[in-house]
Every structure is written in C-alpha cells, then in structure tokens.
C-alpha cells in the first residue's frame, strides 16, 4: 500500500518489518538497523547478496557518535556543511551495529537524509534505519513511490510517499584512508562541493571486484534492455531508429519518434538532468524498442555520478564495434 502516514510506518517498523521511504536521492527500503531480522528481511526483498552492506540512517549529525567509534575534524567538517544531504560517510562502526548491516566490515555507512517527512519518521523512532535503494539488487533504483510499487509493491507492506525525489542520485560515499578523504562512490553531492570544503579528496576508480566497497559493482544501476554508450547520431546511423530509445542529455534527434526520446536538459542543467534521469531509464526500458542509446554528460558537477551510472549501465550490454 501506498501512503502518507508516518504512524503506519512506524508501527510496522517497530514489529520489525521492511518500509519504503522517500528520502532527497532515491527511495529507500527500510527496517531497523539493530533488528537482525528486520536487516535480514531487507537483504530478502531485494535479493541482495549479504557482502553487500546497507546505509544506516539517523535523524541528526549528533546521533553519528553513538554508532562510529571515531569521528574525525574532516568527517566532522563535511558533517556539519552537507548533513542532512545527499552525503553518506563511511566511520569505524561501534559494536552496536551488527555486523549483517556492514558485511561483516569494520566501517559503518551512516547518512542523515534531507527529506522532511523521513526526518519526522526517524525523530520519532528508537532506532535507526537502514536502507538501501529501494529496488531489486542491479536495477534502477527508484525515485517515486510508484516506481517502488511496480517492483516491489507485493513484497513491502507500506511505500511511505514523499513524491519524487529532488535530487535523483544516491548519495556520495565518502571514507577516509590514512587521513584523506576517498570517494567510493559519487553521487548526489558533487565532488566539487566535497573538495571546496575539505580540499582535495581521491576519487576510487570503480571496479567489480573491491571488497572495500562491494556497491561499486560493475553492471549495476541497469536497465534490462542493451544500453549503448557513445556518439548517438553516429550509433544512428548503424541501428534502425524505429526500434532504438535515446537518452539525451540536450538535443532531439529526428529521425527517432518522439516518445522513444527523453531528453534529459534541454537548458543543459546537470542538476535537472539528474533528477530526471532514473525516470528516464525507466520509461526507455518500458518500451517495446531493441536498445537504448545515451550519451555521457560533461564530467563536473553531477553530470559525474551520472556518467558513472551510464557506464555501469552499458557494461553489461556489448558495443556495436
Ligand atoms: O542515497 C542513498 O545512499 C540511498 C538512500 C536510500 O539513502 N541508499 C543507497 O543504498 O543507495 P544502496 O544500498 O543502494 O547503496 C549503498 C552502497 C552499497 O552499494 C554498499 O556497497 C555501500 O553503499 N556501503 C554501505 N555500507 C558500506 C560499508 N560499511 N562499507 C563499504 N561500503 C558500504
Ligand atoms: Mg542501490
């Protein structure tokens, strides 16, 4: 069921069960971080493999401590510009957290979500939640309610409905190695916005086989449909057009029909384009055509963490070369 009721959520999580919440990013799936058994129903519903650990979600930047065992100035600074935001930290994780929630790693994933309904829901309850997006393991993660309830809709008792998420990403993980910060995954806050707070930070070039961030998965965050990534006017000219899906970035292309077109940011907004582009897969995915074809965005800002996700996306299909 589909709802705005912030006490159906919490009696549900109280009796250990898994909730959809909205949040800034991506919608998340929900239980209580503490309950071995709410942790075990999350990995379930998404059929998640259990190396894969979860985002443990607080209600505010003084809560960090009681789950991280250490809490450094740079994770402190970053804490208190960008939390509540599209930011996830990765700290050394108190024994209270168990270790189903991490993987069995020594690092907590903690994150305070900027969405106002969310933040009511954790301020009233006694735990934490963790949450990971809230779609089946290596699909698109959702970014409305109902985008929840077409995949997942027979398996969660409740979607908490928030509306569709302002920033369309998942958030930027950001852990700290010997003293500097690394992201592991970029996300909804750009790195540019990271580094102006922190100075310089390094960014982990993703890979399939890192344990240390096993959501760096190659072939995630992709659609079902081949997705091709290149020059889409040049990959036009050797697919049939009636059959092909565009993901655009600014332009139309004519010889493709128009409802087999989404074009992310006709302005060329990065923001905008991000908030649309999970939506946009979606819908490209949904339609009876062969393959999608995308192009990547400008690298700066979130056009960054969206060329990650194409790139993962195309990583499963084969090129035309
Ligand atoms: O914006 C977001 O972060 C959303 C919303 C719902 O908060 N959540 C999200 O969760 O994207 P998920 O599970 O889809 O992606 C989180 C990634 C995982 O792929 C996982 O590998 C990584 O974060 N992660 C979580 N805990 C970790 C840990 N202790 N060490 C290393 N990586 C971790
Ligand atoms: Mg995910």
């Known amino acids: 069921m589909i709802g705005t009721s912030l006490e159906i959520a919490a009696n549900y999580l109280h009796a250990g069960q898994v909730v959809a919440i909205p949040t800034e990013t991506v919608y998340g799936l929900a239980g209580n971080a503490l309950s071995e058994e709410a942790l075990v129903k999350i990995f379930e519903i998404k059929n998640r493999p259990r190396f894969d650990p ?32 599209p930011l996830t930290l990765l700290l050394p994780k108190r024994n209270l957290i168990p270790d189903l929630c991490t993987s069995g790693l020594a690092k907590v994933a903690l994150r305070i979500p900027a969405h106002e309904l969310t933040l009511k829901l954790l301020n009233q309850l006694p735990f934490p939640l963790a949450a990971p997006s809230a779609n089946p393991f290596g699909y698109i993660s959702p970014t409305t309610a109902q985008h929840v309830a077409d995949q997942l809709g027979q398996k969660v008792p409740y979607i908490l409905d928030g509306g569709p998420c302002k920033i369309g990403l998942e958030s930027t993980i950001v852990g700290f190695e010997q003293g500097e910060a690394v992201i592991y995954r970029k996300g909804g806050l750009p790195v540019e916005a990271i580094q102006e707070c922190i100075g310089k930070v390094h960014i982990q070039p993703h890979s399939s086989s890192n344990p240390a961030a096993p959501g760096m998965l190659k072939s995630h965050y992709a659609p079902r449909k081949p997705l091709l990534l290149g020059n889409i006017s040049q990959m036009l000219e050797r697919v049939d057009p009636l059959t092909s899906g565009v993901l655009s970035f600014r332009t139309q292309f004519p010889q493709v029909p128009p409802a087999q077109q989404v074009v992310l940011s006709p302005e060329g907004d990065d923001i905008q384009a991000a908030r649309r582009f999970f939506a946009a897969l979606r819908y490209l995915d949904s339609l009876p055509i062969e393959v999608i074809l995308a192009e990547l965005l400008p690298e700066q800002g979130l056009g960054r963490a969206i060329n990650d996700r194409l790139t993962r996306a195309a990583a499963r299909s084969t090129s035309l070369d």
Do not use: C, T, W
């Open 54 to 85: 979860l985002i443990v979600h607080l209600a505010d930047v003084n809560q960090i401590s009681h789950y991280a065992a250490e809490f450094s100035e740079k994770a402190k600074k970053l804490a208190e510009r960008f939390m509540p935001g």
